[in-house]
């Protein structure tokens, strides 16, 4: 049975850092895709980085020179550095995992989300 479990969430102030990290158990996520969607307060779901198994990476535009995500194979574990937070930002926070290794754009398991708040 997989389980994606997220860590890392919190508040923050505008310009500030956080670390996501989400820990996987259940198969052997080293073949599969790997990410992070966010939704925020009445809006619908958004990708917001993806890594592949083979290390390839892409990100909203919105995201792009702020935020890095990175896996670490022998530990099944995604994380999404995240810096310079801006309160558009504020969002809960979704790890994915895709069986295409490539990235197919949807999904196969979803984390149960860790709230991202960014303030002034």
């Known amino acids: 049975q997989v389980q994606l479990v997220e860590s890392g969430g919190g508040l923050v102030q505008i310009g500030g850092s956080l670390r996501l990290t989400c820990a996987a158990s259940g198969d052997n996520f080293s073949n599969y895709a790997m990410g992070w969607w966010r939704q925020a307060p009445g809006k619908e779901r958004e990708e917001v980085a993806i890594?592949?198994?083979?290390?390839?990476?892409r990100y909203a535009d919105s995201v792009k020179d702020r935020f890095t995500i990175s896996r670490d194979n022998a530990k099944n574990t995604v994380d999404l550095q995240m810096n310079s937070l801006k309160p558009e930002d504020t969002a809960v926070y979704y790890c994915?995992?895709?069986?295409?290794?490539?990235?197919?754009?949807?999904?196969?398991?979803w984390g149960q989300g860790t709230q991202v708040t960014v303030s002034s």
């Open positions: 994915i995992v895709d069986h295409y290794r490539n990235y197919d754009g949807e999904p196969d398991y």
């Open positions: 890594i592949t198994s083979g290390g390839t990476t």
